[in-house]
C-alpha cells in the first residue's frame, strides 16, 4: 500500500513539472526528519533498491528507505518567475499569490496584442492595443490558462 501511495506521489510530482512557471518544492516526511526540494532543482526521482532517490541537479543524491517515508507533500506556488518570451525582447513575471501579470520589454511605438485563453480555447481577457499595463487576471476563476502576447503564448495556472 505503502509503494501504491509513492507511485501516486510521484506521478503527481511529474504532472506539477508540466508548470514550468510554477516554483513546485516536494517535501519528504522521514522519521529522520523532513527534506525539502524545488522541483527545478531536481533532476529525477527514482525507485532504487528497496527506497528512493532524490536526484539533485549539481548536488549529491539522497536516498529514502520506504519503511523510513512517513509522507510526501507537494507545494505549488502560483507565481511565475521571470520568464524570457522566444522571438521577442519580453519577458513576464508575476509575483506569487499575485492577480496581475506584469510584462517588461515594452517598446512603444510596436503594436502589441495581449489575450487570455481558457484551456477550453475561449477567449477571457484580450486587449487589443497594449500599451505595456499590468494585466489583472483577479476576475479569473482558478485554474489553467493561456497568455498570448502578439504570436507568442505562455501557459499559466492561477
Known sequence: MKKRK??????????TGCF???????????????????????????????????????????SFSFDDIKD??????????????????LSIYSPANSNVIY???YEA??????????????????NSNWKGEPVNIGSLAKGVYVFKINNTTFKFRK
Open 103 to 105: 510584462v517588461k520589454g
Open 72 to 89: 510526501i507533500s507537494f507545494n505549488v506556488v502560483s507565481g511565475i518567475e521571470e520568464t524570457p518570451l522566444p522571438a521577442s525582447n
Open 6 to 15: 509513492l507511485f501516486i506521489a510521484i506521478g503527481l510530482l511529474i504532472g
Open 109 to 126: 511605438g510596436k503594436r502589441y496584442e495581449v489575450a487570455v485563453f481558457s484551456t477550453s480555447g475561449e477567449t477571457v481577457l484580450r
Open 20 to 62: 514550468a512557471q510554477s516554483a513546485s518544492e516536494i517535501t519528504i516526511k522521514s522519521n529522520s526528519g523532513n527534506k525539502t526540494y524545488k522541483v527545478s532543482e531536481l533532476k529525477n526521482i527514482a525507485i532504487e533498491n528497496g527506497g528512493l532517490k532524490v536526484n539533485r541537479i549539481g548536488k549529491a543524491a539522497e
